[in-house]
């Protein structure tokens, strides 16, 4: 979804470049995802995973932005505040918490479809200076193959093992 002090005195962006690779596992589906971090604070997120699903079945579910917070983690409230045919405003509410770390995070995205193949997403308020990405599907073996990516900064201070965390549990869902 890794350790955050790498690289926090490092005078070049460059300098804080690194690669992680991750394979976890949706019951019996792998999802692999590297988290590259760009910044202290600012990672690229990659994620794939094919899932027995049709597209149109994947998208109806991916596309319920009223309904995420029944099974994203972490998003406790979600909401359409604003529609304009395949232009979308959306309210999402929730937090991060671990035995030595809590955050309630609030974000409003703008979010545009290309129906049954795309989404992009860009936060336009809250808890982020950037996070912003997409996700596609491709029909793929009898099933739906996902991608997803994202660069993803809060406006605030986040351990690189909570950034690691929450996007693991956030992909995993």
């Not at 976890?24 to 604070?41: A, D, K, S, V």
């Not at 990672?43 to 995420?68: F, G, M, N, Q």
């Not at 999402?92 to 989404?119: C, D, S």
């Amino acid at each position: 979804f890794l350790l955050l002090l790498l690289g926090l005195f490092c005078p070049s962006p460059v300098l804080y470049a690194l690669t992680e690779s991750h394979v976890t596992e949706i019951g019996r589906f792998p999802l692999i995802y590297t988290l590259e971090w760009i910044t202290p604070r600012r990672a690229h997120v990659l994620a794939y995973i094919t899932i027995p699903a049709s597209k149109e079945r994947v998208w109806s579910i991916c596309t319920d932005y009223d309904h995420l917070s029944e099974f994203v983690p972490n998003v406790a409230f979600s909401k359409v505040i604003k529609r304009e045919g395949h232009l979308i405003f959306l309210r999402q509410e929730g937090g991060i918490q671990f035995p030595f770390y809590r955050r309630a995070l609030k974000v409003t995205f703008r979010v545009k479809e290309i129906p049954g193949e795309k989404v992009y997403f860009e936060a336009t308020e809250g808890d982020f200076v950037i996070y912003q990405g997409s996700w596609r599907l491709e029909a793929h073996q009898g099933g739906t193959l996902i991608f997803y990516e994202a660069t993803i900064e809060p406006n605030f201070w986040m351990p690189k093992w909570v950034m690691n965390e929450l996007e693991r549990q956030t992909l995993k869902n």
